[in-house]
């Protein structure tokens, strides 16, 4: 089981940015694939970005462009840099290991929430 602690979020206006931050802890963060998800309020979870081990990214089609994801292996941390944000982005954000599409692989953190004013 791998623990996230996840930061970084605030109220910001429409067409600001922000940086999250996810520590994970566990020995074995620098192979896994780790992902980015929100939650807004009366929504279900989405996943919004992943990178793999490698440093490869993939990114949901409502963020690209304007969300960045990388990690530090070395202080087992994964970035969420989200620029451009609209109301819409408006949500909790969690980090995760992810299982295929649907499932994770670990418990959620208490996520860091992320408010945009118009």
């Known amino acids: 089981q791998v623990h996230f602690v996840e930061s970084g979020g605030g109220l910001v206006q429409a067409g600001g940015s922000l940086r999250l931050s996810c520590v994970a802890s566990?020995?074995?963060?620098?192979?896994?694939?780790i992902a980015w998800y929100r939650q807004a309020p009366g929504k279900q979870r989405e996943l919004v970005a992943g990178i793999s081990s490698g440093g490869g990214p993939n990114y949901a089609d409502s963020v690209k462009g304007r969300f960045t994801i990388s990690r530090d292996n070395a202080k087992n941390t994964v970035y969420l840099q989200i620029s451009s944000l609209k109301p819409e982005d408006t949500a909790v954000y969690y980090c995760?290991?992810?299982?295929?599409?649907?499932?994770?692989?670990?418990?959620w953190g208490q996520g860091t929430q992320v408010t945009v004013s118009s």
């Open positions: 995760n290991r992810p299982r295929g599409q649907r499932f994770v692989a670990d418990s």
């Open positions: 566990g020995s074995t963060f620098s192979v896994d694939t």
